[in-house]
């Protein structure tokens, strides 16, 4: 599994600030301070070749004249002259590189990019939503740095990043998941089963919105910063139309063999247990699916319902199904954990961590029937709206007071000394899972356990003949070699450090690596 976040952006000292423009400064920032001695700078050039972002789960491919233009991830962001002279006055070393990168492949196997007009860091892959969580967090490190490097360039205004979901004037980006699932599990089986979880699961995960509607057209509080922007059940688009499934088919693995999950409905999670059980029991839901185990508990009308289950932060609003009952989303999000507590039991037990994940949520859905407001240290929209209230409490506050509408960003703010999350977390006000010392080493290293550890090590150990990457391959320039060296990585379990680390270790040179890993026994360890 990975996620991949896309950061809310403003300069405040430039009224007129283009959007990708300081997002091509935030990922030439933080090469800049890779540059300096904090890491290895290789894989400017994203590999598109295996990229099909317009295939369709269902069968079908849509043609690119049908697309809306933000559909076409497989081409690169291309900038005019004139803003990259913005991008690089003061950051880039032309002595070091004069390119403005729009692209960076890091040393712990993310990748930090442009996507149209913000900045967007997608994890490396992971086996488990502790590490999923780690290596989010790690992304935010990583932004922070750039943030840094910005605000001490003379000549630059300071660049403020938020870990959101909107700008509050009808714009939406997103937080988005990804998890790999047998390709011989129908698609059709995983949406159904999917969409009454996606539609209830916001209330363990959401992030809290001030405002009603995708434009803020009614006053009010609620659950999910996504919740209003989407339109349908199931479809391709990401940023239009936006369906509660997402039907992108585009792996980035043996595709004969896996399909990966692209969910776009997530907020985007400071809670580290919201994340956590978001993660984690989407996993599970997927594992019952494929075992044909998960409940279906079809919902009449799913667009509607997600968007009145986001409007009522009390959780008692009924959900209407299919065969006529009403539920809440409590009772929905409850179905689904009786039904992994049961598998669990039927296969006499599980790991720890998935037991854990288990034992949260069910517990979490209990202290959210009881109080909703005892749960601000483990999920982010009630942290968030037991700040709001204290605001209403003492000065009187209405809900569409302009003032609540900056405790609502500021909550994202992912300056340390200014966003209201970090200042919770710091006075022990919201539930830590992973230490700070471990998400600093997340971001230089890789998982271990996945083909990121040997996509980072490859970058980290041959940055200069690493000249392109992509999920599922490196591309080595090698002085020997006429033509470029196009390693594939297509299984995302192999390339693990197990198999791997040996390997770098005996190899002098990135020559030596690749002659073994091409013509040794080792090619069985690649990925």
Not at 79 to 87: C, D, N, P, W, Y
Not at 288 to 317: K, N, Y
Request: proline fraction near 6%; aromatic fraction near 6%.
């Amino acid at each position: 599994m990975g996620t991949e976040t896309e950061y809310g952006i403003i300069a405040p000292g430039i009224a007129d600030a283009n959007a990708t423009v300081l997002s091509t400064q935030v990922i030439n920032a933080y090469a800049a301070t890779l540059r300096e001695g904090l890491g290895n700078l290789a894989g400017t050039r994203w590999d598109y070749t295996d990229e099909a972002p317009l295939s369709d789960a269902r069968g079908w491919q849509i043609g690119r004249n049908s697309a809306d233009p933000s559909q076409l991830t497989d081409e690169p962001p291309v900038l005019s002259a004139e803003q990259i002279a913005l991008v690089d006055q003061g950051i880039n070393d032309p002595a070091e590189d004069p390119a403005v990168l729009m692209n960076l492949v890091l040393g712990n196997g993310a990748r930090l990019y442009v996507d149209h007009a913000h900045p967007e860091y997608s994890s490396p892959e992971v086996t488990s939503p502790l590490d999923a969580v780690r290596w989010d967090r790690a992304g935010d490190v990583v932004v922070q740095r750039a943030m840094r490097r910005i605000a001490a360039t003379p000549g630059f205004a300071p660049v403020h990043l938020y870990k959101n979901n909107t700008d509050g004037k009808s714009v939406s980006y997103g937080s988005h998941e990804n998890y790999l699932v047998p390709r011989s599990v129908p698609f059709g089986r995983i949406a159904t089963a999917l969409i009454p979880f996606f539609v209830t699961r916001q209330v363990i995960c959401g992030a809290g919105r001030i405002g009603i509607g995708a434009l803020n057209q009614q006053p009010g509080y609620q659950v999910s910063q996504r919740a209003d922007f989407f339109e349908n059940e199931v479809g391709l688009e990401t940023t239009v139309r936006r369906p509660i499934i997402n039907t992108r088919d585009e792996p980035h693995a043996v595709a004969e063999k896996y399909r990966r999950l692209h969910v776009i409905i997530g907020d985007a999670n400071l809670s580290e247990v919201s994340n956590y059980l978001k993660l984690g029991t989407t996993s599970l839901i997927l594992a019952l699916i494929e075992h044909e185990l998960a409940p279906v508990p079809e919902i009449a009308e799913p667009v509607r319902e997600l968007q009145a289950v986001s409007h009522d932060p009390s959780l008692r609003h009924l959900v209407r199904l299919a065969d006529g009952r009403k539920v809440t989303a409590l009772d929905i999000q409850e179905m689904y954990l009786q039904s992994a507590q049961r598998a669990i039991d039927g296969q006499g037990g599980a790991d720890s961590q998935t037991s854990d994940v288990l034992s949260r949520w069910e517990s979490l859905i209990a202290t959210l029937r009881r109080d909703p407001l005892e749960a601000a240290r483990q999920v982010d929209w009630i942290a968030k709206l037991k700040v709001l209230q204290a605001y209403r409490d003492r000065d009187g506050l209405e809900w569409h007071d302009p003032r609540l509408a900056l405790i609502d960003l500021q909550y994202s703010d992912l300056r340390p000394d200014k966003g209201i999350y970090y200042r919770l977390a710091a006075r022990g006000a919201m539930e830590r899972l992973i230490t700070d010392d471990d998400v600093v080493r997340a971001v230089s290293e890789p998982p271990r356990d996945t083909r990121a550890y040997f996509r980072g090590r490859c970058i980290s150990s041959f940055p200069k003949e690493v000249v392109g990457a992509s999920w599922d391959s490196i591309i080595f320039e090698l002085p020997s070699q006429r033509r470029l060296q196009r390693i594939q990585t297509r299984e995302p379990l192999r390339g693990t450090a197990a198999l791997t680390e040996g390997l770098f270790a005996g190899s002098r040179t990135a020559e030596e690596f690749v002659s073994r890993l091409q013509g040794g026994p080792e090619p069985s360890m690649a990925p």
